[in-house]
T-cell receptor, first 111, second 113 residues
Framework: NAGVTQTPKFQVLKTGQSMTLQCAQD?????MYWYRQDPGMGLRLIYY???????DKGEVPNGYNVSRLNKREFSLRLESAAPSQTSVYFC??????????FGQGTRLTVV | GNSVTQMEGPVTLSEEAFLTINCTYTATGYPSLFWYVQYPGEGLQLLLK?????DKGSNKGFEATYRKETTSFHLEKGSVQVSDSAVYFC????????????FGDGTTLTVKP
């Protein structure tokens, strides 16, 4: 009954450091998404993957890269972290026009 | 492009009060509409959905009706409980763009005993 699993749950980075957020889903969904959530700004889409082997930019892709490793896994990489990337990151999966299932989130602080 | 506008919060109610959180949308085509709930420290969870005009979604005493003529999907509950305190997000997905969802900014509900 795992659904969408994200790791890590918390992370503190120094400016300029890099890191990868991992996400895996066990519901055999084709589509996967990365969002960031900031106070008063709702959820903003960073990148998405409509199917294995494809990725596309969302609303706020600058400073991020993604990899759709296989159907289950979709990772988000910060190459050189900046304080503006302090946020809560959510991975989600779903199908066309269907509900999205969300992970528990990763709280990232860049100092 | 698509957009979702939610009633601004925060909303504070007493237990057993009636709840309405307004949501209107702009979209091309015929989107599906959703309400998600987020409890502190957790991810979003689906609360209810409606996939076509005049559909009513319902769950845990919450209801919302897909109104195409007014492009609205207002969330209602007749009698709120303290445990309903959370952030509520209205969202839509269309039948293009890989089913990407567009979210409102969220409305924080606090229910006091």
């Amino acid at each position: 009954n795992a659904g969408v699993t994200q790791t890590p749950k918390f992370q503190v980075l120094k400016t300029g450091q890099s890191m990868t957020l991992q996400c895996a889903q066990d519901m055999n969904h084709n589509s996967m998404y990365w969002y960031r959530q900031d106070p008063g700004m709702g959820l903003r889409l960073i990148y998405y993957s409509a199917s294995e082997g494809t990725t596309d930019k969302g609303e706020v892709p600058n400073g991020y890269n993604v990899s759709r490793l296989n159907k289950r896994e979709f990772s988000l990489r910060l190459e050189s972290a900046a304080p503006s990337q302090t946020s809560v990151y959510f991975c989600a999966s779903g199908e066309l026009q269907s509900v999205a299932f969300f992970g528990q989130g990763t709280r990232l602080t860049v100092v | 492009g698509n957009s979702v506008t939610q009633m601004e919060g925060p909303v504070t109610l007493s237990e057993e009060a009636f709840l309405t959180i307004n949501c209107t949308y702009t979209a091309t085509g015929y989107p599906s509409l959703f309400w998600y709930v987020q409890y502190p420290g957790e991810g979003l969870q689906l609360l209810l959905k409606a996939t076509k005009a005049d559909d009513k979604g319902s769950n845990k005493g919450f209801e919302a009706t897909y109104r195409k003529e007014t492009t609205s999907f207002h969330l209602e509950k007749g009698s709120v409980q303290v445990s309903d305190s959370a952030v509520y997000f209205c969202a839509l997905t269309d039948n293009t763009n890989a089913g990407k969802s567009t979210f409102g900014d969220g409305t924080t509900l606090t229910v006091k005993p």
